[in-house]
């Protein structure tokens, strides 16, 4: 997400088109973010919407210490964590959009197989993450995907980091094991 300062400082002005062009650049890197944490689009698109009216609020307080995104992203995963705190803990049904894996490096190679190899290989990471429960799925999306330092992690999430550290471990195992099983039985 790339973002202009000269749009970052019409927002904090008021001006209305500057915060339209903000939520085109971002719309779909905070939708992005939400849906990893929330685990269903119904509850994405929700946060995404929550996010850019806290926006409007908030934009303001951005001092520019930080890069935009990092900010941006923070303000997602708080609005996020939020939600999953207010609704009752139940299962849910989690569905990762393969578009959402788009943004990883494409393999360096135009072989085919391996194309396919590295397409089927996001799928089975994909489908594990969804798997794990929501208080590893959180802390590995915080980290793994979005590269939030624990301290921040725990933070948001109102855990010791050291919480945040064995749930991150415990996550990595699982996926480890899921993955590693999943292959042996092919």
């Known amino acids: 997400m790339d973002v202009p300062d000269s749009v970052i400082k019409a927002c904090q002005e008021g001006d209305q088109a500057a915060f339209e062009e903000l939520i085109r650049l971002s719309h779909a890197s905070v939708y992005s973010l939400s849906l990893r944490i929330v685990g269903n689009p119904e509850d994405a698109a929700e946060v995404t919407q929550d996010v ?8 303001k307080q951005f001092r520019g210490e930080a890069k935009f995104s990092t900010w941006l992203y923070r303000v997602t995963s708080n609005v996020a964590i939020t939600l999953l705190r207010r609704r009752s803990r139940r299962n849910v049904e989690v569905r990762m959009e ?3 894996w ?20 996001k799928a089975r990471l994909d489908s594990a993450i969804a798997s794990l429960p929501e208080d590893y799925r959180t802390v590995v999306v915080m980290k793994d995907v979005y590269g939030m330092a624990f301290e921040e992690i725990a933070g948001q999430l109102g855990i010791q980091e050291g919480t945040a550290r064995v749930r991150l471990f415990r996550a990595r195992q699982k996926l480890r094991i899921m ?3 999943e292959l042996a039985a092919e």
Not at 52 to 59: A, C
Not at 102 to 121: G, I, K, R, Y
């Open 98 to 100: 393969q578009e959402d």
């Open 102 to 121: 788009s943004l990883m490096p494409a393999a360096d190679s135009s072989d085919p197989a391996v194309a396919a190899e590295q397409h089927s290989l």
């Open 52 to 59: 850019f009216i806290k926006l409007l609020r908030v934009i």
């Open 179 to 181: 993955l590693h099983d």
